[in-house]
C-alpha cells in the first residue's frame, strides 16, 4: 500500500473530496493502481478519520435509519402489511433527504469558512484532511467563546 494515502494526516482535501464524490482512484499516489486497492486504501483512510473524530450525528441517524428499515423490511416479509411497506418508504425518504443533504456542500461551504477565518484561502491540493479538520475545531471554538463573551455583556 505504498502508493496509497491510508491515513488522514497524509491526504490532501482535493483528494478527500474527489473520493467523497466517488472517484477512489484519489486514493492513489501514483497512477498506478487496482480498483481493490483503491477500495481498502479508502477504508483505511475512512478508518483513520473515524478514529479520529468518530462518528458524526448524521452518520449515526443515517445508521439507525437503515437499522429500521432492515428490521421492517424483515417484518413486511413475515406479516405481508402494506401498511409496513408505507412506513419502509417514509423512512427510505428520510434516509435519502439526509444523504442529500449531507453532500450538498458540506465540505464547500467548511472551506469557505475557514477561509474567511484564516483571511487566505486554503490550498486543497497542499492541505491534509487532518489539518482541515483541526482548523475546523479551532474555529468553532473560538466562535463559542465569543458567543459566551457576548452573552456575558
Known sequence: MQNYFTNIDEVTVYCWRKCQE?????????ETGTEAKDILAWEL????????????????????LQKEIALLQCDLVIE???FILNKIRKL???LKDILEKKSDGDLSTALIHITKWLGSPVRERETTVLELYLMLG????????????QKNK
Open 22 to 30: 466517488g472517484d477512489l482512484t484519489f486514493t492513489r499516489k501514483s
Open 45 to 64: 483512510i475512512m478508518d483513520s478519520y473515524y478514529k479520529k473524530f468518530g462518528l458524526g450525528k448524521d452518520f449515526e441517524r443515517v445508521l439507525e
Open 80 to 82: 405481508e402489511d402494506n
Open 92 to 94: 427510505q425518504l428520510d
Open 138 to 149: 479551532e474555529m468553532k471554538k473560538e466562535s463559542q467563546l465569543i458567543k459566551q463573551q
